[in-house]
Structure formats: C-alpha cells, structure tokens
C-alpha cells in the first residue's frame, strides 16, 4: 500500500528554471492539496483540488501551477523558480467521511533549494 | 476564512511533566473540523486526531488528551507524563464546511522533552 507518493525527495534548482513535483495516491482519494512549510510559518495551503478536473487557490498560490487530470495524479508546477520558493513541499490526499469529517495522509515531503 | 493560532512557538520540559499545547481558532462556519498533527525530528506529518463541531466531548487516547470548548474557540491538547519521544512539533488545523481539501494549519508549537 504506496498511500501519498511525492517525488522528489530533494531538488536545487536555480532562480528561473522550472520544474514539477509529482505526487501520486493510490487511495481514490477525491480530495488533495499540496503545502509549503517554512520555518515559523506552519503549513500552509498552496492549491488544492476536489476532483478531477477541479482545483482552486489556497492561501499562498502566487507563483505555482497545478492540474488535476486524474484522480490519482496532482502535480505542482514552479513556472520561474524564486528564492523565496525554497521550502518543504508536503502533498497530501483525504477522503471525507459524514460526521467524522477528513483526514488527510501526507506524502514525506520534497525539500527544495532555489539558489 | 479560517484561522488557527498557536501562541506557543517553543516549549521545553523536563520528562514526566505534563504540558498542554495551546490552540484557537476562528471560523464563521457552523460546522467545521478541527485537527490535531504531530511532526516528529524525521519530518513525516503524523495524524493525531480529528473533531467536528458538533462533538464538545473531550477525548483521551493513552497520554494524550484533548480540551475543544467552543465557549473560547480553543482545542487544546495536553500530554501527561511527557517522554522524549513526544519532542516533536504539533500542528493544530481547520476546516471548514464544504472546504474538501482545504485545511487550515496553525503555525506548530515545537515541543522539547529533555531527559
């Protein structure tokens, strides 16, 4: 059971260059986000997506692309990376359940550098 | 818009102590979710508990436990008996009604137990 898979685990890239972290669920989860964690700053919610086909901003989209063709598939794209990109990336996949509410199972992570 | 707040950014203790982790939280939404996750030094995202709205019962599980009053929109979690192995960072998260996918996370406390 593969649950939340990112890749990759750690990335340096250099300010302009693009690239995409992929993050793959094997639960047909419909719910899946993706995080940045800085320090002092908690997670915080970059995009997130209900379904296939549909996804929305979260609090800190700016500067980041995503898509969602498939249920399993939610992969993040950084158009023109920036200093300030550099962060710990979490993907995350939930399913939501009537009065229990969500829960979400994160992958381990990708730790970029943008130099 | 959703809102956690953990005024706590550090906290050291001896072992055997017990300590509680502050978290408030603001919401405008009737029904909402609130989270507990612990992250230990090996960065994986560890789910601890989930809480909805509707359930102001406290929950115990093992050392841990959890105050939610709505009266101080707060969700505060204590551990009894603190070990080394509780040295971590907690988050503490929301989500709203119909917000799939969509949660909201303080900005962590990080927990110290010394020997």
């Known amino acids: 059971n593969a649950g939340v898979t990112q890749t990759p685990k750690f990335q340096v890239l250099k300010t302009g260059q693009s690239m995409t972290l992929q993050c793959a669920q094997d639960m047909n989860h419909e719910y899946m986000s993706w995080y940045r964690q800085d320090p002092g700053m908690g997670l915080r919610l970059i995009h997130y997506s209900v379904g296939a086909g549909i996804t929305d901003q979260g609090e800190v989209p700016n500067g980041y692309n995503v898509s969602r063709s498939t249920t399993e598939d939610f992969p993040l794209r950084l158009l023109s990376a920036a200093p300030s990109q550099t962060s710990v990336y979490f993907c995350?996949?939930?399913?939501?359940?009537?009065?229990?509410?969500?829960?979400?199972?994160f992958g381990s992570g990708t730790q970029l550098s943008v130099l | 818009a959703q809102k956690v707040t953990q005024a706590q950014t550090e906290i050291s203790v001896v072992e055997k102590e017990d300590v509680t982790l502050d978290c408030v939280y603001e919401?405008?939404?009737?029904?909402?979710?609130l989270f507990w996750y612990k992250q230990p030094p090996s960065g994986e995202l560890v789910f601890l508990i989930r809480?909805?709205?509707?359930?102001?019962q406290n929950e115990i599980s093992g050392r841990y436990s959890w105050n939610f009053q709505k009266s101080t929109s707060s969700f505060n979690f204590t551990i009894t008996a603190s070990q080394v192995v509780d040295s971590a960072v907690y988050f503490c998260?929301?989500?709203?009604?119909?917000?799939?996918?969509?949660?909201?996370f303080g900005q962590g406390t990080e927990l110290s137990v010394k020997p």
């Open positions: 998260a929301i989500r709203g009604d119909n917000q799939g996918g969509k949660l909201i």
């Open positions: 809480r909805n709205s509707f359930d102001e």
């Open positions: 995350a996949s939930s399913y939501y359940t009537q009065g229990a509410g969500e829960k979400l199972f």
């Open positions: 919401t405008r939404d009737t029904t909402y979710y």
